[in-house]
């Protein structure tokens, strides 16, 4: 196998990469990690600049800038900057529901799983699980819940549907998008809120090549992270009709979230958001040929995750697992501790940082 020309570098999408001098790949997390003297560096040359304009209890300045930004990349009317996503996606459903009290999530989903039943108790929501251990539900599991819904001694129908695209607690699986699609529509025909949680939409779309736009133009709302991968301390967008979210900011602040100042966050951001798109497929692609390298090399055993996006497992041959990742944090590949045999590894923008055949030599150099 000639490796080499197998492995020839996206040149012009790795020339692509942030400003960063450091070379070392976090093959953890979905950006880039920054300590706090890093993050107060960044900072500190935004603000040198003069463009930084602060905001006053999250409205104005860079915090709309940023607003107005993901707006236009989410292709919706309007946009507003929350604390975190936990709040966004609340409070799009909330909105979304209605008087009508039922949402349909994913059994798997961030709602349901990891917020402390904030929509039941705090906005007296009726979260429907659907689809357990699985990343997408169908239409048929919505028409049945619809219908169950509909059909009990006290007609309670449903107000909003939620989905999580790609899926956390599936390893970064994909909802099917042609699913999608079906339920976008069967929402719209029957009046129902859809909302989008899309944490980690701009990964997925770097992995299906399928535009941004071409997601949320089925949603009425769309959550993205501000920090998972754009890289700010903490932040999160909600974007949808500006009818509907005109108001929010006196909801955001009733719930807490109407922090004083957010320019630190929001700056950072909108520094990583400029160019993401262009730089994480140069990412994508500098991995895609590290992963088929290791998976040509018998030392390495490797596994996709199937309809997934920047996660993948990969293990070492005749190499203790614990002793391996200590010699490739010595390349310059920092992993998290392995489970067994195996290293749960993510792609980010770190990876944009070297040419593919730099990094295939750092896994083989870790051999010893």
Same mark, same amino acid.
């Given at each position: 196998m000639q490796r080499r020309s197998f492995l020839a570098a996206p040149l012009a999408a790795w020339q692509l990469k942030a400003a960063e001098p450091e070379k070392r790949i976090y093959a953890f997390g979905d950006g880039i990690l920054h300590t706090p003297a890093e993050y107060s560096q960044l900072l500190a040359t935004l603000t040198a600049k003069g463009e930084v304009t602060p905001d006053n209890y999250s409205l104005g300045g860079v915090v709309?800038?940023?607003?107005?930004?993901?707006?236009?990349?989410l292709g919706k009317e309007a946009a507003v900057w929350l604390s975190t996503g936990t709040l966004a996606n609340h409070l799009a459903v909330r909105l979304l529901a209605g008087s009508r009290r039922r949402v349909l999530?994913?059994?798997?989903?961030?709602?349901?799983?990891?917020?402390?039943?904030?929509?039941?108790?705090?906005?007296?929501?009726?979260?429907?699980?659907?689809?357990?251990?699985?990343?997408?539900?169908?239409?048929?599991?919505?028409?049945?819940?619809?219908?169950e819904a509909s059909t009990g001694r006290v007609n309670t129908p449903i107000g909003a549907i939620q989905i999580e695209s790609p899926v956390r607690r599936k390893q970064g699986e994909r909802f099917d998008f042609e699913e999608m699609k079906k339920i976008a529509q069967w929402a719209r025909a029957h009046s129902v809120g859809l909302h989008l949680d899309g944490a980690r939409l701009f990964l997925e779309s770097g992995y299906t090549r399928r535009p941004v736009k071409e997601y949320t133009a089925l949603f009425d709302t769309v959550y993205v992270s501000m920090y998972k991968y754009f890289n700010a301390a903490s932040g999160a967008i909600l974007a949808g009709?500006? $009818?509907?979210?005109?108001? =929010?900011?006196?909801?955001?602040?009733?719930?807490?979230?109407?922090? %004083?100042?957010?320019?630190? #966050? *929001?700056?950072?951001?909108?520094?990583?958001?400029?160019?993401?798109?262009?730089?994480?497929?140069?990412?994508?692609?500098?991995?895609?040929?590290?992963?088929?390298?290791?998976?040509?090399?018998?030392?390495?055993?490797?596994?996709?995750?199937?309809?997934?996006?920047?996660?993948?497992?990969?293990?070492?041959?005749?190499?203790? $697992?614990?002793?391996?990742? =200590?010699?490739?944090?010595?390349?310059?590949?920092?992993?998290?501790? %392995?489970?067994?045999?195996? #290293? *749960?590894?993510?792609v980010n923008e770190t990876w944009n940082r070297l040419p593919p055949t730099e990094i295939y030599s750092r896994f083989r150099q870790a051999l010893g």
């Open positions: 709309e800038q940023v607003e107005t930004r993901m707006a236009a990349l999530v994913q059994a798997e989903s961030h709602l349901m799983n990891d917020c402390g039943d904030c929509a039941e108790v705090l906005s007296g929501l009726h979260l429907v699980p659907l689809a357990p251990g699985k990343a997408t539900f169908t239409l048929a599991d919505v028409e049945r819940a619809a219908y009709p500006k $009818a509907l979210l005109a108001d =929010l900011f006196q909801t955001r602040r009733m719930f807490g979230g109407g922090l %004083p100042e957010v320019w630190p #966050f *929001a700056a950072v951001a909108l520094h990583y958001v400029n160019g993401f798109e262009q730089r994480f497929r140069g990412s994508v692609e500098t991995a895609e040929r590290v992963i088929a390298a290791l998976r040509a090399d018998s030392n390495f055993g490797v596994e996709a995750i199937p309809n997934g996006t920047n996660i993948f497992r990969m293990r070492v041959f005749n190499v203790n $697992a614990p002793v391996y990742k =200590l010699r490739l944090e010595d390349t310059g590949i920092s992993v998290h501790d %392995p489970v067994g045999d195996w #290293f *749960a590894m993510q």
